[in-house]
């Protein structure tokens, strides 16, 4: 079974820094394509990052240069640094696992972990 | 930058009733689609993939069609615990995930 948990959110400064962490068990991240998905309260869904079996990541303008996601093989788990953080990247972050079946799909998804940027 | 456009943006129907989402792109970047399911205070979860095929546990009353630029999907016969946001979905080249804003489904 495929299991994807969250952690890390909380509340953090404008201009403040958070990692999530996603720990994945039934799949190795590093063989699977991983991404991170958010969704502001109300609001649909934005993915932020995604990182390719491959190695090589991806990001949206609204947060290139400010997220770096990563994984490590040895604790199989995905990474998101979120450095100078605004108060728009406010939101649920959940965790994805994507798929080709013919066409990218995201197949397994975390409980979701909630990030506030406020002073 | 690919925008997929879902409608209506909320759907207020009746148990057994059928129910027919749309999803329209604004430019063809992919043969496929895929279709998600939020229940409240839940994580998204795959419904469709590949315009038609069914994920995993999936009741047969959810079906997918579509081709080009234009993509429907239909639940047959409305149950109350159809009650949720149903997001639409493609691959694009940039950024690589596209996510349509969601069609409220109301029972």
């Known amino acids: 079974e495929v299991q994807l948990v969250e952690s890390g959110g909380g509340l953090v400064q404008p201009g403040g820094s958070l990692r999530l962490s996603c720990a994945a068990s039934?799949?190795?991240?590093?063989?699977?394509?991983m991404s991170w998905v958010r969704q502001a309260a109300g609001k649909g869904l934005e993915a932020v990052a995604v990182?390719?079996?491959?190695?090589?990541?991806s990001y949206p303008d609204s947060v290139r240069g400010r997220f770096t996601i990563s994984r490590d093989d040895s604790k199989n788990t995905v990474y998101l640094q979120m450095n100078s953080l605004r108060a728009d990247d406010t939101a649920v972050y959940y965790c994805?696992?994507?798929?080709?079946?013919?066409?990218?799909?995201?197949?397994?998804w975390g409980q979701g972990t909630l990030v506030t940027v406020s002073s | 930058e690919i925008v997929l456009t879902q409608s209506p943006a909320t759907l207020s129907l009746s148990p057994g009733e059928r129910a027919t989402l749309s999803c329209r792109a604004s430019?063809?970047?992919?043969?496929?689609l895929a279709w998600y399911q939020q229940k409240p205070g839940q994580a998204p979860r795959l419904l469709i993939y590949?315009?038609?095929n069914r994920a995993t546990g999936i009741p047969a009353r959810f079906s997918g069609s579509g081709s080009g630029t234009d993509f429907t999907l239909t639940i047959s016969s409305l149950e109350p615990d159809d009650i949720a946001v149903y997001y639409c979905?493609?691959?694009?080249?940039?950024?690589?995930?596209?996510f349509g804003q969601g069609t409220r489904l109301e029972i």
């Open positions: 994805a696992r994507g798929v080709f079946f013919g066409e990218l799909s995201l197949d397994h």
């Open positions: 039934g799949i190795s991240v590093t063989s699977n394509f």
């Open positions: 990182i390719y079996a491959g190695g090589s990541a």
């Open positions: 430019q063809t970047v992919s043969r496929y």
């Open positions: 590949d315009t038609s």
């Open positions: 979905q493609q691959r694009t080249n940039w950024p690589p995930i596209t």
